[in-house]
Nanobody, 116 residues
């Protein structure tokens, strides 16, 4: 079955960086787009970034454009989110997502806390 496992979250100071990873299994990873979403306390889950199957096309929410970079390694079945210049408002649980044959799959998330 499809499994997505996020890692790399933690506590970071404002202006700092983190790299999140999402290890995927149970489907042909190299043929599907992958996404990152996040959910801040008391808020709805929101889109962060998307990468197409090859890694050649990416798309970002305006709130993270220029600071975050999504990438993938199809040999490792892993998608990444490099987060730079982090702000307190980036504090959230970050989720990996894909849609396989019309079904949305989510990981359990990894918590990112940006605080001084």
């Amino acid at each position: 079955q499809v499994q997505l496992v996020e890692s790399g979250g933690g506590l970071v100071h404002p202006g700092g960086s983190l790299r999140l990873s999402c290890a995927a299994s149970g489907f042909t990873f190299s043929t599907y787009a992958m996404h990152w979403f996040r959910q801040a306390p008391g808020k709805e889950r929101e889109f962060v970034a998307r990468v197409n199957w090859s890694g050649g096309s990416t798309y970002y929410a305006d709130s993270v454009k220029g600071r975050f970079t999504i990438s993938r390694d199809n040999a490792k079945n892993t998608v990444y989110l490099q987060m730079n210049s982090l702000k307190p408002e980036d504090t959230a649980v970050y989720y990996c997502n894909t849609n396989v044959n019309g079904i949305n799959y989510w990981g359990k998330g990894t918590l990112v806390t940006v605080s001084s």
